[in-house]
């Protein structure tokens, strides 16, 4: 998936020291992230959740209580991402281009985990990123999407 891609060259580029990718995922430990994409009140916007957790429009409204929310085709999202260029951005920028939502839950994690297996359902190497850099760097907006959980140690 192109936002993996991008999401992992953006990343390298600004904590090329602390972004390290491994070959063998450990998956499930509490600190994996998925990514979920939509549509607040029109605009386009991303959501970082734990990894194993389903967001829905539903869910995402309880947490934004004004907002209108909708899912994003695929067609959509393949739109979003056409014209980005690796490495392309300005210093700082947020990679994803557009608002960024990030489940309460995580913030108890030193770093974050994105792995492929749950950005795209295909095997690849996972990359970590110190969780505060990434809500600094994406201007992050923390929401509590679940009830606080306790999950499996990070790895």
Known sequence: MKLQRQLRSFLKQHFAGDVHEEPWCTCGSGNH????????????????????CELGPARISGALPCAKVEPLSEAELDAIYAPSELGGMQPFENPFAMSVYLDE??????????????????????????????????????????PAFQPAAQS
């Not at 990514?35 to 970082?48: C, D, E, K, S, W």
């Open 33 to 52: 992230v998925r990514i979920v994409l939509f549509r607040v009140n029109g605009q386009p916007a991303t959501a970082i959740i734990p990894e194993g």
């Open 105 to 146: 839950n995580l913030l108890q994690f030193e770093k974050l985990v994105f792995c492929p297996k749950m950005l795209s359902g295909q095997t690849g190497e996972c990359f970590r990123v110190p969780t505060k850099d990434f809500v600094e760097l994406t201007q992050a907006l923390v929401l509590r999407f679940f």
